[in-house]
């Protein structure tokens, strides 16, 4: 079982659509959560962090589930611009070591 | 604030060649880390560096890849055959110490191995 899996995708929504992906990961001793967004031939960058509270940020809202071993992120109002690759990332453990999902690619239609 | 820097960002080499990759991290930056990524995949760790002390080399294929980082600043990939399978964009990014600090990539060096 890979350690951080991802919705396969790819996802093509219209404008205004909301989007949600889901990840699982394997590591229960996983301590921090995160989505990149990574746009074509471009390198990752820190959309958010995932809290267990719950977070959001603007049109983006992330939930983590430590039970369930489950992080989602919902987009709101999808726009062109939201197009991308996202990548869900755990920390699993003390050495601040990031391991990706295989990312889900997103694109939103005109 | 400078981001970190990669270099080449494109290279082209036959099989059983060798290639070299560069990285500057961000100033002051103490851990940096090499990440393969493979078109299709999520990147994949290699080496994560503190200062000049590797932390975590345990996917880095040893009998091909090596790196350092001397001086704890700069640091350099190396691959000693290339096989086809390397081809994949090589990312380096870099992060202050403490907890919580945001990991920053370079922009990668894609390697295409013909």
């Known amino acids: 079982r890979k350690e951080v899996e991802q919705d396969p995708g790819p996802f093509n929504v219209p404008e205004g659509a909301t989007v949600a992906f889901n990840c699982t990961y394997s590591n229960s001793a996983s301590q921090s959560f995160f989505w990149y967004r990574q746009d074509c031939r471009k390198e990752p960058k820190l959309l958010m962090s995932?809290?267990?509270s719950g977070n959001e940020d603007g049109r983006f809202t992330a939930q983590l589930n430590r039970a369930s071993q489950y992080i989602s992120l919902l987009i709101r109002d999808s726009k062109l611009s939201d197009s991308a690759t996202y990548l869900c990332v755990a920390n699993g453990g003390s050495n601040y070591k990031l391991t990706f999902g295989k990312g889900t690619l997103l694109t939103v239609n005109p | 604030e400078a981001g970190v820097a990669q270099s080449p960002r494109y290279k082209i080499i036959e099989k059983r060649q060798s290639v070299a990759f560069w990285c500057n991290p961000i100033?002051?930056?103490?851990?940096l880390y090499w990440y393969q990524q493979i078109l299709g995949q999520g990147p994949k760790l290699l080496i994560q560096?503190?200062?000049?002390?590797?932390?975590?080399d345990s996917q880095l294929p040893k009998d091909r890849f090596s790196a350092e980082r001397l001086k704890g600043v700069d640091s350099t990939l190396k691959i000693q055959p290339a096989k086809l399978e390397d081809s994949a964009v090589y990312l380096c990014?870099?992060?202050?110490?403490?907890?919580?600090?945001?990991?920053?990539f370079g922009p990668g060096t894609r390697l295409t191995v013909t």
């Open positions: 100033s002051g930056h103490a851990t």
């Open positions: 995932v809290y267990s």
């Open positions: 990014a870099s992060r202050a110490s403490g907890r919580g600090y945001e990991q920053y």
């Open positions: 560096f503190q200062n000049n002390g590797v932390v975590d």
